[in-house]
Structure formats: C-alpha cells, structure tokens
C-alpha cells in the first residue's frame, strides 16, 4: 500500500513562479523524503526532513512538514524550464523501507 | 562513471521467457533494492537487500526473484515473464548508518517490454 499521495497530479506554471506540490501520508513517520526524476530515468535525491523537522531549505527548494496533519509540501521558487520533471515524496515505514507516492508531473513553460 | 549501473537499458522480450536484469554499484553501500515503476502508479518495491545474506520480499515479488552476488551486485529475475511485467524497472542503494531510513541512490533504469 501506498504511504505517500502527491497533490496534484500535474502542475504547468511559467518561468519564473513557485511551484508547490503537496503530499500527504497515512502512518507515524521518522522521515519523508522529495526525489526528482526526468522523463524516463532514475529518480535523484533532493532533500530529507526528519519527524522532528518543521521546515527545511535547499537551494530554491523550501519543504515543510506538518506531522499533527500528516502532510507536507515541497516549494520550488523561481522556476526554470529545467526543473520539468515529475517530483515524488517518500516515507519510511518505520526504518523498514521507502514507500514511494504517485508523484506529481511539473511543466515549466518559457 | 556512473555510481548505480543497470544492464540492459532496454528489453524486448517474449511471454514464457526468463529474463535476468541485473545492477551494479560502485558506493560500497550495503542495502540495495529493486523497484518497478507504472504510469500513474510511482515506485513499488519488489525486493531489498540489506547485505549479502539477506534478501527480502517487498510489495510486489510474485513472479520475480533476487540474487546478491556480492555486496555490489544484486540482480532481478523474471522466471516466466508475462505481459503485465511490462514496466520500468529501477535498482537503488543506500547506506545502512543512521538509525532512520537514509537517500536512496538510483540507477538509470531498464525499460522492459514483454510481448
């Protein structure tokens, strides 16, 4: 069973904007996970936040994770037609294994 | 060169036939997985590793089966492929410090295609 759902599904902004895409996930977590992937390749690791974590900053990327609502959101800001790619989260069950949602697809038209 | 290897990249294969995908990797860690990937459907993980003498079933390993050579290779078979195990399969690492669920690294990824 899946942990993690992305909302939305897909996303099309402009050059330039933010972009925010949320997941939400079912059980206690100890950490969630956001990963990248271009069409058709693996997916690279772009940053961890830990249960104990309420915000975390990377670069342009800004997540936040709400444990009492078992959510959290990625923030990309000031797009570029690069980051056009599908983003995952990913939970842990438990130190057990990755349990990886069904992502949301960006497209960042100039 | 690239940390997680997979061969093939690309699979065309027939329904019945054995088929062997296999990952290499060259981070030295000890916990390696294979996953599949569907439209609209995100990873699902079909077995993991977290050394040589452990092998796992995830949530999906009917119809596969794993083998851990060594620390560095872990391969992903399908005895009797069937069409529905048309999908993109992805291998991925991590290290085993820390006492939570760490980065995974992932490979390239096979596009299998079973007729």
């Known amino acids: 069973s899946q942990q993690g759902e992305e909302d939305p599904q897909a996303l099309s902004i402009q050059e330039g904007e933010n972009a925010t895409m949320n997941c939400s996930y079912k059980t206690s977590i100890n950490n969630l996970q956001w990963y990248r992937q271009n069409s058709g390749r693996g997916l690279v690791h772009l940053i961890l936040?830990?249960?104990?974590?309420r915000e975390k900053h990377s670069g342009r990327l800004r997540v936040t994770l709400d444990t009492s609502k078992k959510s959290s959101s990625l923030l990309i800001t000031a797009s570029r037609a690069a980051d056009t790619a599908s983003y995952f989260c990913a939970t842990d069950e438990y130190g057990n294994k990755l349990v990886f949602g069904a992502g949301t697809i960006l497209r960042v038209k100039s | 060169d690239a940390d997680v290897t997979q061969t093939p990249r690309n699979r065309i294969t027939k329904t019945g036939k054995r088929i062997m995908l296999e990952c290499s990797q060259t981070?030295?860690?000890?916990?390696m997985y294979w996953y599949r990937q569907d439209p609209g459907l995100g990873l699902r993980l079909i077995y993991y590793s977290f050394d040589v003498k452990d092998i796992n079933k995830g949530e999906i390993s009917d119809g596969y089966s794993v083998s851990r050579q060594a620390q560095a290779k872990f391969s992903l078979s399908l005895e009797s492929a069937i069409p529905n195990q048309t999908a993109l399969y992805f291998c991925?690492?991590?290290?085993?410090?820390?006492?939570?669920?760490?980065?995974?690294?992932f490979g390239p990824g096979t596009r299998l295609t079973v007729l």
């Open positions: 981070k030295g860690h000890d916990r």
């Open positions: 936040i830990r249960s104990n974590e």
């Open positions: 991925a690492t991590s290290d085993a410090s820390g006492a939570f669920y760490n980065e995974q690294f």
